[in-house]
């Protein structure tokens, strides 16, 4: 088992829908949780960080925690072609300070 | 803000030659990261320094070797370049464990 895995891609929605990335992780006892929008061709940029359960909103995007289930969700509304780009879920698990990533989910946004 | 800085950003070398890949953050963070990203294959840690005077393995490390300079500065050498280092080099930093890490802009790596 993978320790961080993403649902895979590629996910196509229209756009103005709800966009729903998903991101389960075998460590029980990982802290922090991070999701990463990386466009085609630049490096990974951070749009969403949580650390306890529950549902973190900035903005149009919701980050959805559940420690007991181990999954971590990212929730895009009213998505735009602009979001259109890959999604990496990093998860600090025990080993100090290293993250892992997931493979990412590539999302498309059609207009 | 400088944030992460790479260099260079596109390097071509033949096979057994040797590089530095250069890294510096402005930002006083304690932690520094290279990946490497393949199509298919996510972001791969290569070696990491949780702190200055420390490095450490991490999935890829083969091939590969640091150096943390000071607290601003980690380097990464290939001594003998292979083609399955052709690869999208990253170098990250972080203030401390719980903070989310901040990329550079990359390297793109070929080997002939």
């Known amino acids: 088992q993978k320790e961080v895995e993403q649902n895979s891609g590629p996910l196509s929605v229209p756009e103005g829908a709800i966009a729903s990335l998903n991101c389960t992780y075998s460590?029980?006892?990982?802290?922090?949780f991070f999701w990463y929008r990386q466009y085609s061709g630049k490096s990974p940029e951070l749009i969403m960080s949580i650390y306890s359960n529950g549902d973190k909103e900035d903005g149009r995007f919701t980050a959805q925690l559940n420690k007991a289930s181990q999954y971590v969700s990212l929730l895009i509304r009213d998505s735009q072609p602009s979001d259109s780009a890959t999604y990496l879920c990093a998860v600090r698990t025990t080993s100090g300070s290293r993250l892992t990533f997931g493979e990412g989910t590539q999302l498309t946004v059609n207009p | 803000n400088a944030g992460v800085t790479q260099t260079p950003k596109f390097q071509v070398l033949k096979t057994g030659q040797s590089m530095t890949l250069q890294c510096a953050q402005d930002?006083?963070?304690?932690?520094m990261y290279w990946y490497r990203q393949d199509p298919g294959m996510g972001l791969r840690l290569i070696y990491y320094s949780a702190s200055e005077g420390t490095t450490d393995k991490g999935e890829v490390p083969n091939g590969y070797n640091v150096s943390r300079l000071n607290k601003r500065e980690f380097s990464l050498r290939l001594e003998s370049a292979a083609p399955s280092q052709t690869s999208v080099y990253f170098c990250?930093?972080?203030?401390?464990?719980?903070?989310?890490?901040?990329f550079g802009d990359g390297t793109r790596l070929s080997i002939l």
């Open positions: 930002m006083n963070h304690n932690s």
């Open positions: 460590d029980r006892v990982s802290q922090s």
């Open positions: 990250a930093s972080k203030e401390q464990n719980n903070q989310p890490q901040h």
